[in-house]
């Protein structure tokens, strides 16, 4: 049995059902990224799991930045800045990884996940007041 990367706790939770529920679900691909490299599952695999997690994140960036935007967060830029640095670095390490200059290592793993962690309880618990005040649940 492989222990998860990251495992969901109520430290994380920021109280609005949707993102709550979306970072639930990212915290899921992230484990199946890890799982597949503890594994020892082959390249395609990784390169898969890896896609599938790097399209989700694209999703749940757009709806939270579409949320923060509509109801003009007044940090919403430098939050955009976040995911963007966020998502390019992983399509870097995609890069990386399907040309075959580097492998996936619990160190790079534990890297995003330290990133997703501290994003979701550090950063976009700030917004979560602001959110709340607009009538958002
Ligand atoms: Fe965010
Ligand atoms: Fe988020």
Same mark, same amino acid.
């Given at each position: 049995?492989?222990?998860?990367?990251?495992?969901?706790? /109520?430290?994380?939770?920021?109280?609005?059902?949707?993102?709550?529920?979306?970072?639930?679900?990212?915290?899921?691909?992230?484990?199946?990224?890890? /799982?597949?490299?503890?594994?020892? +599952?082959?390249? /395609?695999?990784?390169?898969?799991?890896?896609?599938?997690?790097?399209?989700?994140?694209?999703?749940?960036?757009?709806?939270? /930045?579409?949320?923060?935007?509509?109801?003009?967060?007044?940090?919403?830029?430098?939050?955009?800045?976040?995911?963007?640095?966020?998502?390019?670095?992983? +399509?870097?390490?995609?890069?990386?990884?399907?040309?075959?200059?580097?492998?996936?290592?619990?160190?790079?793993?534990?890297?995003?996940?330290?990133?997703? +962690?501290?994003?979701?309880?550090?950063?976009?618990?700030?917004?979560?007041?602001?959110?709340?005040?607009?009538?958002?649940?």
């Amino acid at each position: 049995m492989i222990m998860p990367l990251l495992t969901w706790n /109520e430290n994380m939770m920021i109280g609005i059902q949707s993102i709550d529920n979306q970072h639930q679900r990212w915290i899921d691909l992230i484990n199946d990224l890890h /799982e597949t490299m503890q594994r020892g +599952k082959g390249s /395609e695999a990784i390169n898969q799991t890896l896609a599938s997690m790097l399209d989700y994140t694209r999703v749940h960036f757009s709806d939270e /930045e579409k949320l923060l935007s509509t109801h003009s967060y007044p940090g919403y830029v430098q939050h955009k800045q976040l995911h963007d640095g966020f998502i390019n670095r992983i +399509k870097e390490l995609q890069d990386r990884l399907q040309k075959g200059h580097i492998i996936l290592t619990i160190s790079v793993m534990k890297s995003l996940r330290d990133w997703l +962690k501290n994003h979701i309880q550090k950063v976009d618990r700030q917004y979560a007041p602001f959110l709340k005040s607009k009538g958002i649940v």
